[in-house]
């Protein structure tokens, strides 16, 4: 059972190096006497450190006024304990010490701390607050090749610029696991300030010579990147390779030539060549890779068959067989050019990628129409021009929106986004423009409005297809004029304004019926941003399932959850009406009664579920009477579907559909049909 004894420390330095030296000294004493071992520790606290060592004492850094606790675990040790606590209580004895008894233990001390990093293996080395260099181990000469004698009392950072000491000091943060270059040497190196009392009194450098690990790992790293590459370039060939060893025994077979030969590996290793084709004569002069053989297979397809000697060192060590199908260079010509267009292609797509603003790194996905969707966005943000999104509900407007914003010039400015939809008309012209005290009842004191707020940055208006044509009007006057008039203001007030618009409403209707003004149209159409709807871009509904799981579970601290592939397929065939959005409340729906790990077809709403809810849909998609027909590129993705499986090569499918096969490529990758 533990025996505990509460002090509180009266010395008015707490706990100093001298203090703990003669607590030490007199633990000792005790211990010896009582055959026990004695402990100190905070009040509050479960792990203490030992009383018979000044060290452990030190670091625990006990302040005047603290309450802290003696305590044993040793039976026997009541009085022990009882007297160390009672020693602690004399606040007068411990501030007369037995000075040259103390003054020896520190000393101990101070040897046994020298002896301890001389001995270490890694470089130590230690500065005073002004970054003068006081302890320069015989391992930190052997890594940096200076000499202590040299350094000790200099500024470090003129003797190894390298490790920024100086920084260390007025950054007062701790920095682990950083790597550094001494001459030809590297480096890793952990570098800690020494902080009393909110005070930088010095800094500690720990650093481990690390340049033959980093040989040996760039090396490992180089073998398995070969291994892993050349294991994936014989897999995926078409051609059928063998090896061999210099017995012309079989080491390895890919699985195109186990396909073409209709040869199991496990039955071909280790037995010769020859027994694998008895009808073929395999003379010295094939395996010198100067002699092919013509390989007719029973279903009546012929291979022609080389063999190239692989030489380590100068010695024959085996062969390397490749098997091509005559009939496939026939091919060749045809399938290099569409791979040239392939190319070409996604090259094209790569410039868009790549040419994006880090600021759209924050929207999910990679299908074709979104990337275009966000590389016209990425290129409008260079510009202040007036840029109008278009895109149903639920498909991220607002989110490109301040992605534009923020890869733009004005992107430390404001963001202000206002929806026009959801203010009333007689209440949006305040909103936007602000008023003057006592403009009206209630007016009390005047008020900034969004245009005023935003100066300097990015207004975003959503749903500006909802806007009455009188505050249209008015909108216009502000766009032209760069210009605002508070309500009941008389002197008008200069702005300076980014204006991004965002609708789902079809402008171009609006603007024949005449609800839509059309000279606001062309001042806020100078860039137009179409982000397509997620039925679209079925291939990121993974990425984006991904994307809001990690997203709900950080929300509502729930277990990350993944999908079940029957789940996921159902989510992939839905039509999505409310688009990313719906997506996301799906999920979170999903998550939430979920009792696994695991997002099961139950979890989603029951319309998913239901077979005859599907065919409904699927029905209501492809309808050809009343208001819901297809889009076009609902169409086109369709035809081009169905013609892929009829036909099979992009050839004959654009000759089918009278385009050419580099335009097939092209839509195949947009609608993601490989």
């Not at 099979?648 to 000759?655: A, D, E, F, L």
């Amino acid at each position: 059972m533990e025996k505990v004894q509460r002090i509180i420390v009266k010395n008015k330095n707490g706990f100093h190096t001298r203090v703990a030296a003669m607590v030490a000294r007199q633990s000792q004493k005790i211990e010896k006497i009582w055959d026990c071992q004695l402990f100190l520790r905070r009040a509050d606290s479960k792990d203490g450190v030992p009383c018979n060592s000044v060290l452990p004492l030190v670091s625990l850094k006990v302040k005047n006024g603290e309450l802290v606790e003696v305590y044993s675990q040793d039976p026997g040790s009541d009085e022990a304990v009882f007297k160390l606590a009672s020693f602690l209580r004399q606040t007068v004895d411990l501030e007369i010490p037995e000075t040259e008894v103390i003054d020896s233990i520190l000393q101990e001390n101070t040897l046994a701390s020298e002896k301890i990093f001389e001995s270490i293996n890694n470089g130590l080395i230690a500065m005073d607050s002004n970054g003068i260099i006081n302890i320069f181990n015989r391992a930190a000469e052997e890594i940096t090749g200076v000499k202590a004698k040299d350094i000790i009392g200099k500024k470090g950072d003129e003797w190894v610029p390298n490790f920024n000491l100086n920084d260390l000091l007025n950054s007062k943060r701790e920095n682990f696991g950083l790597k550094h270059k001494i001459g030809k040497k590297w480096v890793i190196t952990n570098k800690s300030p020494i902080i009393i009392d909110d005070v930088v009194m010095g800094g500690v450098v720990i650093f481990q010579d690390i340049s033959q690990i980093e040989e040996l790992s760039w090396e490992l790293h180089s073998v398995k990147e070969l291994k892993e590459k050349l294991n994936n370039i014989l897999e995926t060939v078409d051609d059928g390779i063998c090896m061999i060893n210099a017995n012309r025994e079989v080491t390895y077979v890919n699985h195109p030539f186990v396909k073409i030969f209709k040869k199991a590996g496990t039955q071909v290793l280790t037995r010769k060549i020859q027994d694998l084709f008895p009808e073929e004569k395999f003379g010295n002069l094939f395996f010198l890779g100067k002699e092919e053989l013509i390989i007719t297979t029973r279903d009546g397809r012929e291979f022609i068959m080389n063999a190239r000697p692989i030489m380590i060192e100068s010695k024959f060590s085996g062969n390397v067989v490749v098997a091509k199908e005559l009939t496939e260079i026939a091919k060749l010509a045809d399938r290099i050019e569409l791979l040239s267009q392939k190319t070409q292609y996604l090259q094209e797509e790569l410039a868009k990628k790549e040419g994006l603003n880090q600021s759209f790194s924050s929207i999910v996905g990679k299908s074709g129409a979104l990337i275009e969707s966000l590389t016209v966005a990425s290129k409008a943000a260079r510009t202040d021009a007036a840029v109008l999104i278009r895109g149903e509900s639920g498909t991220g407007k607002e989110m490109v929106a301040r992605a534009i914003h923020q890869a733009s010039a004005r992107s430390n400015k404001p963001f202000v986004g206002m929806n026009c939809a959801a203010i009333p008309s007689n209440l949006l012209e305040s909103e936007l423009f602000g008023y003057e005290k006592g403009a009206f009842t209630g007016a009390y004191k005047e008020k900034r409005g969004k245009f005023e707020i935003a100066s300097g940055g990015t207004i975003f208006l959503d749903e500006i297809g909802d806007m009455d044509k009188a505050m249209q009007a008015k909108l216009l006057r502000v766009l032209q004029e760069q210009e605002i008039e508070r309500i009941g203001g008389v002197k008008p007030i200069k702005i300076d304004v980014r204006v991004i618009a965002a609708t789902n409403s079809p402008l171009e209707e609006m603007m024949k019926e005449g609800t839509f003004r059309r000279d606001l149209y062309y001042r806020l159409n100078v860039i137009t941003v179409m982000l397509p709807p997620l039925r679209h871009r079925k291939g990121d509904i993974p990425l984006l399932v991904e994307y809001f799981t990690e997203k709900i579970s950080k929300k509502y601290d729930l277990p990350k959850c993944a999908i079940k592939k029957d789940a996921l397929t159902a989510l992939e065939q839905y039509h999505f009406p409310g688009n990313v959005r719906e997506l996301e409340n799906m999920i979170e729906g999903g998550m939430t009664l979920s009792n696994t790990e695991w997002i099961t077809l139950q979890d989603l709403p029951a319309y998913l579920c239901d077979e005859d809810s599907k065919e409904d849909l699927l029905e209501k998609t492809f309808s050809l009477d009343g208001d819901n027909l297809p889009t076009f590129e609902e169409m086109e993705r369709w035809l081009i579907e169905l013609a892929l499986k009829k036909h099979g090569s992009y050839r004959k499918v654009g000759q089918a559909l009278g385009l050419d096969h580099k335009t097939i490529s092209k839509k195949v990758d947009k609608y993601q049909l490989k």
